[in-house]
């Protein structure tokens, strides 16, 4: 069974601070990934992919993989209280199982004003 | 342009009844897949479906059914409902993606939340 493990939290962050989202994985072979913003009650909204190992920037978020160490992380720079959600890392799978995503539970992040 | 369109939005049924769910890609998007979500748990994969062939099924019982019709959009059938498929059932529609990956990036329509009593 390949899994996905995140921090469940909540984490909590203050406004404008940096907030760090860290996700483990288990399938080796995994070559894409994935993390998704979900407010409550509402769908998960893609925000950022990554595919090669080192960081990618999007505005105030940055992906970072390291796929020797099977970890994939997501920061959130100048936290706004917007961004209070829960975030769900989510691995593609490898070889034939490529269809498909394996999500973690997501880790809740609250930014206090 | 639309995003994912599911429906219906909000679905009461009982014990032993059948529901379909519907979902319509965005436009260009040939790849849909189906999630089911359960309260504090990340989604989990049902069905992928590609040019209206099924590409992958997850750990689900033979009661899940889905389709993809000629235009994309797609049906998730759940027969003899139990309890425990009260959840929020998600559509997510995908470009065919380089290399021959099918799930590349996948979006999310608002979802169905279907509760079971």
């Known amino acids: 069974q390949k899994e996905v493990e995140q921090n469940s939290g909540p984490l909590s962050v203050p406004e404008g601070a940096i907030a760090s989202l860290n996700c483990t994985y288990s399938?080796?072979?995994?070559?894409?990934f994935f993390w998704y913003r979900q407010y409550s009650g509402k769908s998960p909204e893609l925000i950022m992919f990554?595919?090669?190992?080192g960081d990618k920037e999007d505005g105030r978020f940055t992906a970072q993989l390291n796929k020797a160490s099977q970890y994939v992380s997501l920061l959130i720079r100048d936290s706004q209280p917007s961004d209070s959600a829960t975030y769900l890392c989510?691995?593609?799978?490898?070889?034939?199982?490529?269809?498909?995503?394996?999500f973690g539970k997501g880790t809740l992040l609250t930014v206090n004003p | 342009d639309a995003g994912v369109t599911q429906s219906p939005t909000h679905l009461i049924k009982t014990r032993g009844q059948h529901v379909t769910l519907r979902c319509s890609p965005i436009?260009?998007?040939?790849?849909v897949s189906w999630y089911q979500q359960v309260l504090g748990q990340g989604p989990q994969f049902i069905f992928q479906y590609y040019e209206k062939e099924e590409r992958g099924r997850g750990n689900f019982p033979d009661r899940f059914s889905a389709r993809q019709f000629p235009n994309y959009s797609s049906e998730l059938n759940v027969n003899a409902l139990l309890l425990g498929d009260s959840a929020l059932y998600l559509c997510?529609?995908?470009?065919?993606?380089?290399?021959?990956?099918?799930?590349?990036?996948?979006?999310f329509g608002p979802g169905t939340r279907l509760t079971v009593t």
């Open positions: 436009s260009g998007h040939k790849s």
């Open positions: 997510a529609s995908s470009l065919e993606g380089a290399g021959g990956s099918f799930s590349y990036e996948q979006y």
């Open positions: 989510a691995v593609e799978g490898s070889g034939g199982s490529n269809y498909k995503l394996t």
């Open positions: 990554i595919y090669s190992n």
């Open positions: 399938d080796r072979g995994s070559q894409s």
